[in-house]
């Protein structure tokens, strides 16, 4: 399967200049811990960055700085990490382990966003086939059983 088919599609996203305050109100309209940040290029949304709300935390709140003052570009995490979306899911977790992230963005052929995906959302995944193998020695047994009756 392709990180493609399995990403959400649907990614809350900000720009660079987005105001803090203004990325904290989108993040809880949307239920969403991390916004991806995005350049306009060539009329797509090219992913630059990524901002979370642990961000927000660590490097403004926590730090008693006025939230007021900054933007998500200059917070968001600077080497951004993607995957393009034919790539496999396991290709993705090994992206993910190797460069210690647990969302990344999938963007398509052109460079665009196509999607986001986290950890979470690969172990649901996970956790979905492992149930469906786990229900594979039971139905052999039952069908051996009426085999052989």
Known sequence: MSIGEFCNREVVFATREMSLPEAAQLMRKHHVGDLVVVDDVDGKRVPVGIVTDRDMV???IAQSLNVDGFSVG???SPQL???QEKEGVFETIRL???KGVRRIPVVNQEGG???IVSADDILDLLAE???ELA????REQEREAKARA
């Not at 229900?135 to 039971?138: I, L, N, S």
Request: aromatic residues 0%; charged residues 25%.
């Open 113 to 115: 966003l196509a999607g």
């Open 135 to 138: 229900k594979v020695a039971p």
């Open 129 to 131: 086939e492992m149930a």
């Open 96 to 98: 993910m382990r190797a």
């Open 74 to 76: 200059d917070i968001m």
């Open 81 to 83: 990490i993607s995957v």
């Open 58 to 60: 660590i490097e403004v």
